[in-house]
């Protein structure tokens, strides 16, 4: 009698708890391993799951559970969130709750944006991922809205405009709560606008703050830009920054500066290719570090600004990582912004190294060529030694998992006149790539999944591909590192050697960031399918011709 | 007089004005070297982030203008102009129809240019 009345008074208690993410929860993202409540896996963005029931072993015996079509043609780049047995994803056009055991919609709630807008959006139609709080479901959308829906039935509950789209501003990010506060990045900076990270109150949509990521004479950094030239100076804030909530700080990638043409800016061009370091409440910039000063290969470092505690000479050190687009990766003191170690993880062309003491590039004459109007083989690409596709962290083993880029391209900076909502770059667009070849002068991997040594740089191990991984990568405890192909393989691969350990061929290509998470004693892996990002649109490889596009959600499990 | 009255009918009624009235097309000259050159600036600038560097898109993403028909002009202008299935977009009030005629000239290279 008293356990049947445990579990009533337990099942009247849950309804109130169901909907309710708190601040405390989310700051134990990373180790709730019954949910997925965080972007990143975490709000340290290590995309590590502490769940060893996938492991190396069994790996080869997982089966897809089921499938969820998004009737979307688009490509899915969105992250999952898992909260009590739910789902929530979004695509570009739509957001969606779905049942995480069998796969049923719950709700789905329609985004419509105008028809005009794809010609703002320069890089997929897309959206990357929600976030949760507080019994409500945030995401973003193209046309630069900022929405908050009922997480039980998916109506809306606030929708702000962050600002008029047309001019070129458009958004994809997953927002990030950090203490209560909606905080939103934005996109544009291809077209000649001036970028922001906002704050919004989670209950009601009030805007709290804007912080500029490019300032204005007067301002402080706003003397590195000549005349006016920060009006159309960039620095976009689209990929979710990371939160360290003893230290109270957010840190976010920024992006590049505008135009390409570096002749028309010269001087450093802060705060683009940084990484700020800022308050959640105010948006007040703490500190920053610049990676590319003065950029002309649209190096974003707007990436995610990976969280973790390694020891550095021996001694435990908070730090904060990047697999940066201009292809060195940087260890900085995530106290204080001190540089602790740079080293480049692909090939690179444009500098010899980065100096510890200044911690700005030893550049070579690559970059000043390019710079002065010449035409330069450039490595990597303006695609960079690593594009937007999310690394994972495995603290125990100390190895970043990276989707790493093996392509260069021919380089020229040409004129270029500011015309609102169009393109301002001042580089030419039609020169193509260089490929990588082998020594006998075949084609050569164009992409490597790499197990990287932070402080190092160098490779344990590597699994290449003959296109580029465009998925995000997760890294668990079980030893196994998931990641998709574009040609559709969903892998699993061994986390010390590398080795491939299962492969799932998925209907389309995969662009998706996979997550896990725990469900009544059972592991499952998820992500989604869906090509038509950045490779698709820009690398004018024929071989995809043979890839359908066509949205889907897959789940996995190790079969009994 | 009703016969004379209804040929004129009839012309007002031809498919080339029906045309002109709905995407007001262009007089049709052979394209200059000079205007295939702007409109693979144009092209660059406004449509490869959609349809690819070079009008290389080989996928399902986006439609593979290499392949548009080169005797459809008018459907070109008309799908420009006022977008298409919802997924193109319209640049009617971006771009003039001369700044299109000079996209679809580089579009009539099929990309070999």
Not at chain 1, 192 to 212: E, P, Q, S, V
């Amino acid at each position: 009698m008293k356990r049947i009345l445990m579990a009533a008074a337990i099942a009247a208690v849950l309804p109130f708890a169901a909907q309710a993410q708190t601040d405390q929860q989310l700051v134990k993202g990373a180790s709730d391993t019954k949910d997925v409540l965080n972007y990143g896996m975490g709000y340290n963005l290590e995309r590590y799951s502490p769940l060893t029931q996938i492991n190396k072993e069994n790996a080869k015996k997982l089966v897809p559970v089921w499938n969820y079509s998004y009737d979307d043609n688009r490509s899915e780049e969105s992250q999952p969130l898992v909260y009590q047995g739910v789902i929530y994803v979004t695509t570009n056009s739509a957001t969606m709750a779905i049942d995480a055991k069998t796969g049923r919609q719950i709700w789905k709630t329609k985004v419509e944006y105008p028809p005009e807008t794809p010609r703002i959006v320069c890089c997929g139609i897309i959206n990357r991922g929600a976030a949760l709080y507080d019994g409500k479901v945030f995401r973003t959308t193209l046309d630069a809205n900022v929405i908050a829906l009922d997480a039980k039935t998916g109506k809306e509950v606030w929708k702000q405009n962050a600002i008029n789209f047309k001019d070129g501003y458009s958004m994809t990010v997953a927002p990030l709560i950090a203490d209560g506060v909606v905080i939103t990045g934005i996109s544009g900076a291809e077209y000649g606008t001036r970028l922001f990270i906002d704050g919004w109150d989670a209950a009601t949509g009030k805007h709290l703050w804007r912080t500029y990521t490019v300032p204005q004479k007067g301002e402080p950094g706003g003397d590195t830009w000549p005349g006016d030239t920060a009006q159309h100076g960039g620095g976009s804030t689209w990929i979710t920054g990371s939160f360290d909530p003893e230290l109270h700080t957010v840190y976010w990638g920024i992006g590049n500066p505008g135009p390409f043409n570096a002749a028309v800016r010269k001087g450093d061009n802060l705060y683009t290719d940084c990484v700020l370091a800022l308050d959640p409440k105010t948006g007040k910039i703490k500190w920053y570090y610049q990676f590319s000063p003065n950029d002309p290969f649209d190096y974003d470092s707007v990436a995610e600004m990976v969280l973790a505690d390694i020891k550095v000479k021996g001694k435990p050190t908070k730090v904060v990582m990047d697999a940066n687009r201009n292809g060195f990766f940087y260890v900085l003191d995530r106290t204080n912004g001190k540089l602790l170690a740079a080293n480049a993880y692909v090939n690179v062309n444009w500098a010899k190294g980065i100096d510890m003491k200044t911690g700005r590039p030893i550049e070579t004459d690559v970059i000043a060529k390019a710079r002065a109007g010449e035409k330069v083989d450039l490595w990597p690409s303006i695609l960079g030694g690593k594009n937007w596709e999310p690394i994972a962290f495995d603290p125990k083993r100390g190895l970043a998992f990276a989707n790493t880029l093996n392509m260069g391209m021919p380089y020229k900076a040409i004129p270029a006149d500011y015309k609102a909502g169009e393109m301002y770059l001042g580089m030419d667009l039609t020169q193509g790539w260089i490929w990588p070849k082998d020594k006998n002068g075949k084609d050569a991997p164009r992409g490597y999944l790499k197990a990287i040594d932070p402080l190092t740089g160098k490779a344990k191990w590597q699994a290449g591909s003959d296109m580029p991984r465009f998925s995000g990568v997760l890294a668990t405890a079980g030893g196994v590192v998931f990641s998709g192909r574009l040609t559709g393989e969903f892998e699993a691969f061994d986390s010390d050697t590398g080795k491939r350990l299962w492969s799932f061929k998925t209907g389309s290509g995969i662009e998706g960031q996979p997550i896990t998470w725990e469900q009544n004693g059972v592991q499952y892996v998820a992500v989604s399918s869906g090509i038509g990002g950045v490779y698709s649109l820009f690398s004018g490889d024929e071989r995809l011709k043979d890839i359908p596009a066509g949205g889907s959600l897959w789940v996995f499990a190790v079969q009994k | 007089m009703a016969l004379a009255l209804t040929g004129v009918a009839l012309s007002a009624l031809s498919p080339s004005s029906v045309a002109q009235q709905s995407a007001k097309v262009p007089p049709d000259p052979p394209p200059t070297p000079k205007q295939v050159e702007r409109g693979k600036q144009s092209f660059a600038i406004h449509c490869s982030h959609c349809h690819g560097m070079n009008m290389v898109s080989a996928g399902d993403v986006t439609y593979d203008l290499r392949q548009f028909p080169h005797d459809q002009r008018e459907r070109f202008f008309e799908s420009v102009t006022n977008g298409r299935n919802n997924r193109m977009p319209p640049w009617g009030d971006v771009l003039s129809q001369d700044e299109i005629a000079d996209i679809w000239a580089y579009v009539l290279t099929g990309g070999k240019r």
